[in-house]
């Protein structure tokens, strides 16, 4: 058995595909430590996908039949783990099963598909869990060429503790769980992706603006609150795909009336309010907010955040949707 080992992280539906599994488990039993998706019914379940993603070397993303549970989110955890690791740029291998023409599949899985077939190239594809074990001595170990990760080494090999003060070499599967509880309490209520936003609650947030009396210009800084209906408002007339700076216009202009109405109630004789904007933070609080509330989802990444793009996800146009066909906003 190999001294070198590395942590690959599978995202998968949970229950789905059992047999390719297996497979998987068994081809990488001397090769990688192996962690796994778990059901998105689980209340940490996001949060230890997101764990593992960080800590992985590679990924590992298989689409069988199922889309996978999607509880309130709207999105399912395979989904989400999917964009995660897009984000964080982790080197991924691809294996869609090949359906036949007429295969019952849901609207979301057939969505998703789509989804990782633009944005991606060099996926395999599968009939059956015979073709795995050939298909991952190919791509696996292509993979582990163009993209070489250290991992994790045995200890009569290396001396483990020194490499672990360097940051060069760790045991995946430690680290996701003795950090798992410290990182719930730091993510909970901005980065959970169990909750739900309610319309009727508000969104408060710091502003500046320019503010013109008498010929003087004043910097002034403030807070505001928005519902969240309105923000979703706001959102609904962004076409297409945006950047974080295109939320950050739209939001600016949703702010600006009542800006101006705040800042000449505290300053009666101004005659122009000019420049309002919202924190940076508090923008960055809110795209994580709209991203953990699976309003907004990523279309595509590039080497900084300012290439990230950003769309209005079919759960968000739902709720839309929905608030307009009731009298009230839905709780």
């Not at 809110?286 to 079919?314: D, H, M, P, Y």
Request: glycine content about 4%; some cysteine; proline content about 3%.
């Amino acid at each position: 058995m190999s001294n070198h080992r590395h942590h690959l992280h599978v995202i998968c539906a949970a229950s789905d595909q059992s047999l390719v599994l297996d497979n998987v488990a068994i081809f990488f039993q001397a090769r990688a430590f192996l962690t796994y998706d778990v059901s998105g019914e689980l209340p940490r379940a996001a949060l230890y996908g997101r764990q593992c993603i960080d800590d992985c070397d590679y990924t590992l993303l298989v689409i069988g039949d199922s889309y996978g549970a999607t509880q309130n989110t709207g999105v399912s955890q395979m989904h989400l783990s999917y964009l995660s690791a897009k984000a964080k740029l982790k080197p991924m291998l691809i294996f869609i099963k090949s359906h036949h023409e007429n295969a019952e599949l849901s609207p979301q899985l057939k969505d998703f598909i789509r989804l990782v077939e633009r944005q991606n190239i060099g996926i395999h594809y599968y009939v059956s869990n015979q073709d795995i074990d050939r298909l991952l001595s190919l791509a696996y170990e292509d993979m582990i060429v163009r993209y070489p990760a250290l991992g994790w080494i045995r200890e009569h090999a290396v001396d483990i503790d020194i490499s672990r003060s360097n940051n060069f070499l760790s045991s995946p599967l430690s680290s996701v769980t003795t950090n798992i509880d410290h990182e719930a309490s730091k993510l909970e209520g901005v980065d959970s992706l169990t909750k739900s936003l309610k319309l009727t609650e508000t969104f408060e947030f710091s502003y500046s603006a320019q503010a013109y009396e008498g010929g003087n210009l004043t910097d002034v800084s403030s807070l505001l609150s928005c519902t969240w209906q309105e923000i979703l408002q706001a959102l609904i007339q962004i076409s297409l795909a945006f950047t974080s700076y295109g939320l950050q216009s739209s939001i600016n202009r949703l702010i600006t009336v009542k800006a101006e109405q705040d800042i000449k109630q505290q300053m009666p004789n101004v005659h122009a309010v000019a420049r309002c904007q919202i924190s940076k933070d508090d923008l960055l609080k809110l795209q994580r907010s709209l991203v953990a509330a699976n309003w907004i989802q990523l279309t595509a990444v590039g080497s900084r955040s300012s290439q990230e793009l950003w769309k209005l996800t079919f759960y968000a146009k739902k709720i839309y949707q929905d608030s307009q066909s009731t009298p009230n906003p839905p709780l």
